[in-house]
């Protein structure tokens, strides 16, 4: 499954979801000469604004890295400059109690991306879900994009570092039922997907 394939089902999803929500592909940044590139970003208003800065994980792209390391090196850099830069600065404000941006590292339901996850699953179940942008809350989540196939408002995420790590009862529980995820889980081998129940 291809990066832009899965673009397009998110920004699908952030429209049918979402009231006038701003979108953004390939979004540049530059924080005092540190560059890069997101995925997709949106900002939408629940009544305060939110920031969602997606990084999308396809097949090609989990084959050409070296690792997880360079995969949550890329991550990483970009919550940390992201919003560095001025153009995508976060103002703190009195009395916000929600997050004002969640970064997002997501993967197409595939049976490569799942190995890979499946492989690395210490280091990308380390990520810590909580953040800050300065003064500003934020959340992190590494996940599994799912109902790819359905209404895009139904978009979901079956994520790796929260309170349901990969191959855990809770996480395969999460997996929707006849969706790419189960399917791609099915197809790899068992002893990838539990090491525990190796004999």
Known sequence: MREDELATRVVDHYVAAHD??????????????????????VRVRTPERVDHVVELKGDAAVRRATG???????????????????????RPKLGRTEPGARFLLCFAPTPTCVYHVATHRSLYGSVDAAARVDDVPAVRTVAFLTGLDGDPADLGM??????????????????????????????????????????
Do not use: C, T, W
Not at 70 to 90: G, K, N, P, S, T
Not at 170 to 192: H, N, T
């Open 20 to 41: 006038d929500p701003e979108i953004r592909l390939e979004e540049p940044y530059d924080a005092g000469g540190r560059r890069g590139v997101v995925d997709v970003y």
């Open 68 to 90: 997880a390391n360079e995969v949550l090196r890329q991550y990483r850099r970009m919550e940390r400059y992201f919003h560095a830069d001025a153009a995508h600065a976060l």
């Open 158 to 199: 079956v994520s790796v570092n929260g309170d349901a790590p990969f191959g855990s009862d809770a996480f395969l529980k999460a997996v929707p039922d006849g969706s790419r995820l189960a399917e791609s889980i099915r197809r790899v081998d068992d002893d990838v997907i539990d090491p525990g129940n190796e004999e």
